[in-house]
């Protein structure tokens, strides 16, 4: 369903993403950080349905939709490294910074820092390019938030 998606996020320099392309990346890059430490629970959805919603101003029935294709997209799309690589050469620098904060979000919606989570977001943040302060920094606010 997704393979030309997938085509061109992952060629050696990808087009930047138009705005429904990269919606659905960074959808199914929440995704698969949820999905990181072997639990997919309701609490981790219903953050991932607020943070896209919110994101891009999507009402309840469109953040669900948005989900469920990034549900699938997430367990077509290759390799964290080579997706998260592709979605940093496709996405605009200032978006990826807030996106490290809403991954954080939703890693921590279930109350708990489990070390699978805590393990790729780290590897995520490095491969989207934002340093480890900045990281920490997102993961401050997001457990205020």
Do not use: C, H
């Not at 977001?121 to 997102?138: K, T």
């Amino acid at each position: 369903m997704f393979a030309e998606f997938l085509k061109r996020l992952v060629q050696p320099e990808p087009e930047r993403l138009d705005e429904n392309d990269a919606q659905l990346a960074l959808a199914a890059l929440l995704v698969r950080v949820a999905r990181s430490d072997g639990q997919y629970d309701a609490t981790e959805i219903a953050r991932i349905d607020q943070v896209i919603g919110d994101r891009y101003g999507l009402s309840a029935t469109g953040a669900a939709e948005l989900r469920g294709r990034a549900e699938q997209l997430e367990t077509e799309a290759p390799d964290t490294v080579r997706f998260t690589r592709a979605i940093k050469d496709a996405v605009a620098y200032e978006d990826r910074r807030s996106v490290v904060e809403s991954l954080w979000s939703v890693a921590l919606a279930d109350g708990e820092r489990a070390q699978e989570e805590d393990a790729l977001l780290r590897l995520v943040a490095s491969l989207l390019g934002v340093n480890d302060r900045d990281s920490a920094l997102a993961r401050q606010k997001a457990a205020r938030g």
